[in-house]
């Protein structure tokens, strides 16, 4: 599984970003989807992560109201909206999948295949 982001950049606060994350090599619909990001000198930390089986979602109370996963298996892709968008958004984002059996949210081991990343910067 490949898994490559896209739609990131620069944006005023307040503003809003639409990241995608494509698979390719296996269908999206077996793995658990999570958007990760990491900001310089920070631990990575995950914002937003979607089941495989019933789109159980899990999104982290430092952007809960202003950021929605989703996914559309059809065409292989995830998202993360991103809205209301403040300075401590600025972060690399990456797409996460993961093969596991129980949905726990986003437990970084439990995603064992990665996306490059995709900078999002904010600006005040």
């Known amino acids: 599984l490949q898994l490559v982001e896209s739609g990131g950049g620069l944006v005023q606060f307040g503003g809003s970003l639409r990241l995608s994350c494509v698979a390719s090599?296996?269908?999206?619909?077996?793995?658990?989807i999570g958007w990760f990001r990491q900001a310089p000198g920070k631990e990575r930390e995950g914002v937003a992560c979607?089941?495989?089986?019933?789109?159980?979602?899990y999104v982290a109370d430092s952007v809960k109201g202003r950021f929605t996963i989703t996914r559309n298996n059809a065409v292989n892709t995830a998202f993360l909206q991103m809205n209301s968008l403040e300075p401590d958004d600025t972060a690399t984002y990456y797409c996460a999948a993961g093969l596991t059996g129980a949905f726990y949210g986003c437990l970084l081991g439990d995603f064992g295949s990665w996306g490059p990343g995709t900078q999002v910067t904010v600006s005040s």
């Open positions: 090599g296996f269908p999206l619909s077996y793995y658990a």
């Open positions: 979607i089941s495989s089986s019933d789109n159980t979602t």
